[in-house]
T-cell receptor
Framework: KAGVTQTPRYLIKTRGQQVTLSCSPI?????VSWYQQTPGQGLQFLFE???????NKGNFPGRFSGRQFSNSRSEMNVSTLELGDSALYLC????????????FGQGTRLTVV | GENVEQHPSTLSVQEGDSAVIKCTYS??????FPWYKQELGKRPQLIID?????GEKKDQRIAVTLNKTAKHFSLHITETQPEDSAVYFC?????????FGAGTTVTVRA
């Protein structure tokens, strides 16, 4: 079974630009969640999608948005990038509810210059 | 919302000794408590988890305990080995959100 795949692995963007990150979950998994990881801050929850519906959202500004497609693949978009958005963005997939094992992708390293 | 606090932030142990990491959570609705290990440059991976109807769970050298009344849970690693060096994250989850602690960097000294 293929694992969770995130693309691209690395991105360098300029302040003010926007970026779209992609996450393909494990086959059969319907829940995809997104996290921002920065040194010393751990993993901060961004949002979670299940069957194309956002079920929960973390405390991030509206510049951060996401969506999920009918095949469970998910995208995350960040508009008007700021230097502080530089981080590792991880997605995780699970079978259903968030009280089951979440499998993480390798992450997308975003650098904003 | 859920708030998970994790201590200590760094932990250095001699090979063969035990390591203990403690976490507290705030939301009594949380019912699932996983622990993830993240090695340098790699993705977080689940090492053990416990549900709210269980007080303790063990898997070889790793054990987790949960005190629902006090809202805290702990990870115990016995007979530590160099390959146990990593960042460990605790988390608490209800059905829709997984909230992580800030992480503990564990270094096992040979």
């Amino acid at each position: 079974k293929a694992g969770v795949t995130q693309t691209p692995r690395y991105l360098i963007k300029t302040r003010g630009q926007q970026v779209t990150l992609s996450c393909s979950p494990i086959s059969g998994h319907r829940s995809v969640s997104w996290y921002q990881q920065t040194p010393g801050q751990g993993l901060q929850f961004l949002f979670e999608y299940f069957s194309e519906t956002q079920r929960n959202k973390g405390n991030f500004p509206g510049r951060f948005s996401g969506r999920q497609f009918s095949n469970s693949r998910s995208e995350m978009n960040v508009s008007t990038l700021e230097l502080g958005d530089s981080a590792l963005y991880l997605c995780a997939s699970s079978e259903g509810h968030m009280n089951t094992e979440a499998f993480f992708g390798q992450g997308t390293r975003l650098t904003v210059v | 919302g859920e708030n998970v606090e994790q201590h200590p932030s760094t932990l250095s142990v001699q090979e063969g000794d035990s390591a203990v990491i403690k976490c507290t959570y705030s939301d009594s609705a949380s019912n699932y408590f996983p622990w993830y290990k993240q090695e340098l440059g790699k993705r977080p991976q689940l090492i053990i988890d416990i549900r709210s109807n269980v007080g303790e769970k063990k898997d070889q050298r790793i054990a987790v305990t949960l005190n629902k009344t006090a809202k805290h849970f702990s990870l115990h690693i016995t007979e530590t080995q160099p390959e146990d060096s990593a960042v460990y994250f605790c988390a608490a989850s209800d059905d829709y959100k997984l909230s992580f602690g800030a992480g503990t960097t564990v270094t096992v000294r040979a």
